[in-house]
């Protein structure tokens, strides 16, 4: 009974995580200035990292896929599967996740999504410019105890979303 509930609230604290960032406006222009129509200054060159202007919901695969490969890293891929269709190309790092963890352990690390850009927009259909950063991670050889380092990285793929009856779901990475 225990581990179900550990199981619960390890799903549910980046919904809520994300849904009180969100709330907050994590995202929101920095700038206090706002112009004669009442709208918010945009010359800052940081407010190019902002979420696009559509429908909230179809970023939502995209953020908590970014908060399941997270999870991942732990070993735990329930979360990051259900961010995307079965056939989608962005879950074959669960497949070598979960290969990997027979045989090493990962120690730190972590993904940060760092912009998401409109490239195209559908009713049913659109595609995202992504930018995430992973910071190093230490694997460890469970038999041998060695250790390598990776190196951090920069992932940048397109992320194509499809509405499945009334919600988002990732449907393939370029």
């Known amino acids: 009974m225990f581990n179900r509930k550990k199981l619960m609230a390890i799903l549910l604290l980046p919904i809520l995580l994300s849904g ?17 129509q009442g709208f918010e200054a945009v010359d800052d060159p940081i407010d190019k990292q902002l979420l696009p202007e559509v429908d909230p919901a179809s970023l939502d695969p995209i953020i908590n896929y970014v908060d399941g490969l997270n999870l991942a890293l732990t070993g735990e891929f329930i979360y990051l599967r259900s961010t995307a269709l079965p056939t989608c190309g962005c879950l074959k790092i669960a497949k070598r996740l979960e290969n990997l963890f027979k045989s090493a352990t990962l120690i730190g690390g972590h993904y940060q999504l760092t912009s998401i850009n409109l490239e195209k927009d559908g009713l049913n259909q659109k595609s995202f410019k992504v930018v995430i950063n992973r910071s190093d991670i230490k694997k460890i050889d469970k038999y041998s105890r060695q250790s390598i380092l990776w190196s951090a990285s920069t992932i940048s793929n397109l992320f194509i979303v499809q509405r499945v009856g009334e919600e988002w779901l990732l449907s393939d990475t370029k």
Do not use: R
């Not at 969100?22 to 920095?30: C, I, Q, R, V």
């Open 20 to 36: 009180c960032a969100k709330a907050e406006g994590a995202l929101a222009p920095k700038s206090n200035e706002i112009s004669e």
